[in-house]
């Protein structure tokens, strides 16, 4: 077990949804050994308010969400980071920053529920949705046996979480 909290980085364009949705759920269920962090390439300024909604109905205090630049965390004096994940097919095409300590990296991208369609209920239906997806991939990712996989072992596995989660229902 390290010394410290594992640092995660969530990275998302907007960093006003998924992102922030993941820092919640890793920041929950990290328990005290994993320390989330979210931010985007190209942030909005604002969290989407059905994400403050989401999070609150599910007695998250959502006190430390913020839309933030992803150089915040390439900085000197950032957090090292020992995982980033992308959680959008944008952020993960894009020329990421270079983190001190070169964490593992992998991209579990999902829809983008800020920019689904329809009345309010199929809105918010689309954030309760990138939260499953979200909640199950990180539920998995929290119970990995860090200290007896390897580096490559483990890279695998971050990418296998991205790859055969389904991404709808």
């Not at 999070?55 to 205090?61: E, F, S």
């Not at 980071?81 to 964490?103: I, K, L, R």
């Amino acid at each position: 077990m390290s010394e410290r909290p594992y640092n995660v980085l969530f990275l998302c364009t907007g960093n006003s949804a998924r992102s922030v949705i993941a820092e919640a759920i890793m920041n929950r269920l990290g328990q005290g050994r994993f320390r989330a962090f979210s931010a985007g390439s190209h942030p909005k300024g604002h969290v989407h308010p059905f994400t403050i909604q989401l999070l609150k109905g599910l007695n998250y205090d959502t006190g430390f969400a913020r839309s933030k630049d992803w150089s915040e965390f390439a900085e000197p004096g950032a957090p090292k980071m020992d995982f980033v994940f992308t959680v959008c097919d944008n952020a993960a095409a894009e020329a990421c920053p270079v983190w001190p300590g070169q964490p593992m990296s992998a991209h579990w991208g999902i829809p983008d529920p800020a920019e689904a369609n329809g009345n309010d209920a199929e809105r918010h239906f689309a954030f309760t949705e990138a939260y499953r997806m979200l909640n199950n991939r990180i539920g998995i990712f929290v119970s990995l046996p860090m200290t007896s996989l390897d580096k490559l072992a483990l890279q695998k596995r971050l990418d296998e979480i991205g790859r055969d989660m389904p991404k709808a229902v």
